[in-house]
């Protein structure tokens, strides 16, 4: 059974594609910042990538350490929104409380507590 653990998310969502495994719940944090993009563009979400198991993580060429391991980073697309108008808004939102990574079809957010920026 699926869990809504915000307004908008559902647990599942953020769970590792390949085995569907999710050992920690996404960090309030992150869950506020997703919801605030949301509203930023009135529109849905998608996460292409939340946690990853290292199995998956060394599958998708991974960094070593990327944050998808902790369960604190997503990947995410933004419904009929350019991501790079979504990295603009991710870049201002998350100021010093995490990383904000630019792809040409997704943008990468987590909230490692530290601010970064690629
Ligand atoms: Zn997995
Ligand atoms: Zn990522």
């Known amino acids: 059974m699926a869990t809504r653990i915000s307004e908008h998310f559902l647990r599942e969502e953020f769970a590792c594609n390949h085995c569907g495994e999710l050992p920690y719940d996404p960090p309030r944090q992150l869950l506020e910042i997703l919801e605030d993009l949301r ?24 960094v070593k350490h990327s944050r998808h391991l902790e369960g604190d980073a997503a990947d995410v697309k933004v419904k009929g929104v350019d991501p790079h108008d979504v ?8 100021g010093s409380l995490g990383g ?3 792809y040409n079809s997704f943008t990468h957010v987590d909230t490692r507590g530290a601010r970064a920026r690629w």
Do not use: M, W
């Open 87 to 94: 990295y603009v808004f991710l870049d201002q939102r998350v």
């Open 100 to 102: 904000v990574g630019k």
């Open 39 to 62: 509203a930023e563009f009135d529109s849905p979400v998608i996460i292409t990538s939340g946690y990853r198991c290292p199995i998956h993580n060394r599958n998708v060429g991974g």
